[in-house]
DNA sequence: CGCCTAGTTGAGGTAAGTCAATTCACGTGG
DNA sequence: CCACGTGAATTGACTTACCTCAACTAGGCG
């Protein structure tokens, strides 16, 4: 029997995955390796052979700019590539750091590519998960150009929430969250001090709090109001190649 | 011979496709249609059947929020795909309108997905084609996310010149831009009427001029400079896949 | 104990938004 | 042919959301 990880998971949504895919699939992890919170696994700029396939804790891609200053493009959260991107494109254009103490398993790319060749359905799953990941990064987009900070934070909270719901890491109540503020402040493009304002603003509107590592939702549906949150990008319903 | 289209080339720059690889490709191109400037061809929540290979003109995908703003999330120009998203997820996440009037060849789902079971390195290229797109959404995040407005709007136009020196249609000098002032400002996530003073300012700056639907570069090294554009991202180094 | 990191709060500055008026090019119908 | 309407660009005056600087608290750990 193969292992239900959570990519296997992930792809089995998109994709109903035979045993042969299974079994490609489970061929492609390698090593099992650890990393520790804030030390960067992937440099801005690094050639890479390798992406890896995160099991445990969480991971945030970002881009510096020259001037220091950075921009935290996605979070990772286990289930999720890291890298891929850097290893089709043979070059990777962001850096990844562990926000907490990360277990991944490497992929090779050359075994990637390999798996993709034998098994098409395989990329084709992958390309299906891709293309959430991207309608993810549209979405931030879009909050990170037009929405206030503080509907940004509110809409960001429950986009996030929505994800771990999906591996079973949360619910409608809230869920564990490791991030810092600094953290906050980079992926929604504030300051870290304004990212503390306007948490206190939804805090003391009775929305959702977060305080000390953990996001409760005080009142679910006027969150989701106020952030004009549209779950539907976010939705899965099921496989469609069967 | 198969025909050589934008997208072929497009293609061709990550996968070396051979002829049958090429005559599958050729053969996903059903009916020819236009559709007229400012016209969606695709509203968001819709749910799509086919996408489409843009052949001429300029189109532009964005989202709407209920407040009626919007941000558009990118551009495309000739050889682009439009709406593969939305077909790959079965739901269209975002609109579509023809920046001009545009020619485009209808791909339906189901063709495209026999494709890519048919041949897999078809699928490979395809999903690195959407890792390039992916990496421009990010660079436009971090761009709303962390430049100021005339940052912003230098690397904006920097890499829209990029984009369209790579299918012909421009180079350091400039280009032929059909763009309004409220594209750019749905674009860059600002109002049209600070899009008006930051093209001025750049302007009188000497580094880059937009009027009359042209982008000339006044300066092109200053510009690059200022706006800090790391074109590494945009890099093409040939097929990998032979 | 003392240092470091994360969080909190206030005061004041600034980039960008809003509102409003004007110009110009263009198309369209009387 | 000209009056008119419309969409795009332009500019000024004023407002505001968010930033910066700075001070302070609280917990964790050598």
Redesign the interface.
Known sequence: MIENTPLVRKLGAFVALLDPELSVLASLHKRRRTFVAGRDLVHQ?QSDQAAYILASGWACSY?L???G???I?DFQIPGDFLG??SV????S??SIEPVTDIEVTEVLAADL?KA??????L??A???A??????M??????G????DAAERMAHFLLELGGRLAWVGLGNTDGYACPLTQYHLADA??LSAVHVNRVLRQLREAGMVTFRDGFVAFDDYDQLIKFA?FDP??M?Q?GP??P
Chains 1, 2 share one sequence.
Do not use: I, N
Not at 116 to 121: E, I, K, L, N, V
């Open positions: 700029g881009k700019l020259e001037d200053q950075r921009q493009v891929l991107r089709l494109l043979h070059v254009d962001h590519l993709f060749a034998q098994t098409p359905r990329a084709t992958v390309l299906w891709a293309s959430r990941d991207e309608a990064v549209v979405e931030h987009l879009v990170v150009g037009r929405r929604l493009g004009q539907s990008y939705d319903k469609f190649l």
